[in-house]
């Protein structure tokens, strides 16, 4: 049934919409671990942290815009590289 929530396959089993689906016990055990991976906002961080050791080994760019207002030279738009080693 993939991930058919449960009340939706509580409700197919009473009203015997699937053949052989017998489910005897009503406690609801929880969802399954892709389900919830699926629905967090963020995946959980590793627990090993590696920092950079070499300058431009890892970069890190962030590009933002539009700016309601321009700068002095008439861009509406600012990206920001950050070098993790240094």
């Not at 933002?64 to 990206?79: E, H, I, N």
Request: aromatic share 6%; charged share 25%; net charge positive.
């Amino acid at each position: 049934l993939a991930h058919v929530a449960i009340p939706r396959i509580l409700r197919m089993q009473s009203q015997g919409l699937v053949d052989g689906l017998d489910i005897k016990s009503k406690q609801v055990l929880g969802m399954c671990e892709d389900c919830l991976y699926g629905k967090a906002k963020r995946r959980p961080f590793d627990e090993k942290v590696t920092h950079e050791t070499e300058v431009l080994e890892r970069v890190h760019i962030d590009l933002w815009g539009p700016a309601r207002t321009t700068s002095l030279g008439g861009a509406k738009y600012m990206m920001l590289f950050s070098d993790g080693a240094s």
